[in-house]
């Protein structure tokens, strides 16, 4: 079978059930599959489950929510074809993994310091800017439902990074953005894509020296286990759009779908309450475990991590365009340094 006649195959197979739905009164609940890559402790896990507990309460168990933690279903770039392909209805991927769905614009969330704060994350996702990457979105197939904000990305390695200077010539684990990829480069670091489902294996094994994630990704995936060292260098936000497939959202039955709008609405605020505080706590267990030294920058570090950094937002320009990025640091509040 070639590709294209396969993967139509699977898209159809897959389809079947979800259009079959609603048609009795004692029609089977429809099954809707949510896959993710974290544990269900953390924040996107614990998201996932009280979805799965309010679209079915909301929905008066006319569908059937399977969540899939730890990449148990799918890895990083397989989900999203899954989800192009009718396989999974749910996602919550980071942005900085939406290049393969052929969106490019979702990669300057990555720009260093653009988020550097939960103020500048909110004011960009509350900003009409959103319309146009919700836009690029529907244009693949793929509805956002929610932004959730997962807090500040902080480096890890075996060796202190506390100046731009200490990634030279380290193997640094990234999502998959070029933008991330342009961060490693100038810091003097080989960039590595590699999912999430293989990091900790990675970076024991040397594959990688250091990675960039969250405190509560951190803690639960026990990546103090294998990383000696945690700058605290809020250098961006881990940014999740909770993600359907346009075509099962748009043909949901009428008493169906608002039940999970309002299941999403509610998940979505659970979320933005819980990940700030998730983040806390890990940095908590991170210290107590006793194996992961924890660095704070001083204004002077900080100050020369922005200047190192900042020529990406200039060669993105390229990429993007200069307007474009205006228009992005409008969104976000972003006041660049005067050189
Ligand atoms: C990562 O790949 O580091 C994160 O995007 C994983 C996640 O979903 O939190």
């Given amino acids: 079978m070639s590709k294209v006649t396969r993967r139509t195959a699977l898209g159809l197979a897959a389809a ?3 259009f079959a739905i609603g048609k009795g009164a004692h029609a089977d609940p429809l099954i809707l599959k949510f896959s993710h890559v974290v544990t269900p402790d953390a924040p996107k896990g614990k998201a996932a489950l009280l979805f799965k507990q309010l679209a079915e309460k909301y929905t008066g168990g006319k569908v059937s929510v399977e969540v899939y933690p730890n990449s148990s279903l799918y890895k990083d770039k397989e989900e999203l074809e899954a989800l192009q392909l009718g396989s999974v209805q749910f996602l919550a991927p980071s942005v900085s993994k939406f290049g393969p769905l052929g ?3 979702f990669d300057v969330f990555d720009l260093p310091f653009l988020m550097s704060d939960e103020t500048h994350a909110r ?3 509350a900003s009409p800017m959103m319309d146009l990457f919700n836009k690029k979105l529907e244009d693949k197939g793929v509805t956002p439902l929610a932004y959730w904000d997962n807090g500040p990305q902080l480096y890890t390695a075996n060796v202190p990074l506390i100046m731009p200077d200490d990634f030279r010539g380290l193997k640094m684990r990234i999502q998959g953005s070029k ?3 342009a961060v490693a480069r100038q810091l003097g670091a080989l960039p590595q894509i590699i999912a999430f489902g293989e990091l900790y294996q990675a970076l024991q094994t040397g ?5 960039d994630n969250v405190a509560s990704n951190i803690s639960t995936q026990k990546l103090y286990d294998v990383q000696k060292n945690l700058t605290v260098s809020n ?4 940014t999740y759009s909770l993600i359907t497939n346009k075509k099962f959202w748009d043909g949901l039955p009428a008493d169906v779908r608002p039940g999970l709008d309002r299941a999403v609405k509610e998940t979505t605020a659970f979320f933005n309450d819980t990940a700030a505080k998730d983040n806390e706590t890990a940095m908590g267990t991170i210290k107590a475990s006793g194996k992961t030294e924890i660095h704070l920058l001083t204004d002077d570090e900080k100050k020369a991590w922005i200047a190192k950094l900042m020529p990406v937002h200039k060669e993105m320009e390229g990429r993007f365009g200069k307007e474009f990025i205006a228009q992005i640091y409008k969104a ?3 006041v660049p340094p005067q050189s």
């Fill in 207 to 211: 594959v990688v020296d250091g990675e």
């Fill in 16 to 18: 079947v059930p979800m």
């Fill in 235 to 238: 250098h961006s936000r881990l």
């Fill in 179 to 181: 933008v991330l990829d």
């Fill in 332 to 334: 976000s509040g972003f």
């Fill in 103 to 105: 969106v490019k614009e």
């Fill in 123 to 125: 004011a960009m996702m």
